[in-house]
């Protein structure tokens, strides 16, 4: 029983360790990704939403268009896509104040499309992927915060995108708060890389909607 007891205790010490060395690359790897700008020439540039008030984009949400903005204007794609719905007792999504601080910028309303179902990351990228398609658009680059990329590149190549990550590098979540998001991200992909981001994310089926 005793020779049991140790193999169990060996076994049991073997697979944490396993899974602290997988925790611990992942977390090295969302942050090599986070410093890493690999935007080209590419049919669309995908915003992420953010919080928004009252039709008035927040700071980091702000961060991530102004991003977006200087990559049109480097004529890096043709069109941005907006993405993110309402949250309860909003007036306004967040793809419509994104577009509308857009259009402050220059960009007119013909070049941008609209995602206004997605209440998290993948429902806005997953049906944001599903009407691309029906234009024939499949490369794209991806803008969000820095801790995002490495989970937002996966996500866009579980849904048949190639995508590209190109992060905002004037977000106002910085130090410690990064440092946490950075760890939520790392518990993210962690588990994403082995269930799929998918039930990761906890939605039960691809928004398929055409809300371009």
Known sequence: MRRVAVIGLKVTAAVLAAVLLYVGVTFVQVWLASRDDN????????????????GRPSAVLKARLDHAVDLYHRHVAPYIVVTGGKQPGDNFTEATA???YLHTKGVPDSDILREVSG???????????AFLKVRHIKDVVLVSDPFH???????????GLDAATSP????????????EYMG??????????????????????????DVG
């Open 149 to 159: 990329s490495l989970r937002i590149g996966g996500m866009a190549s579980e849904l």
């Open 119 to 129: 209440h998290s990351s993948w429902q806005s990228l997953a049906s944001t992927a």
């Open 39 to 54: 935007a080209h020439k590419a049919e669309a540039i995908v915003v992420f939403g953010a919080a928004q008030y009252n």
């Open 98 to 100: 994104s577009a509308d």
């Open 168 to 179: 905002t590098r004037t977000s106002p979540i910085t130090g410690l708060e990064a440092a």
């Open 184 to 209: 939520r991200e790392t518990v993210a992909v962690a588990v994403g890389r082995i269930v799929g981001f998918r039930r990761e994310a906890g939605v039960k089926s691809v928004v398929t909607r």
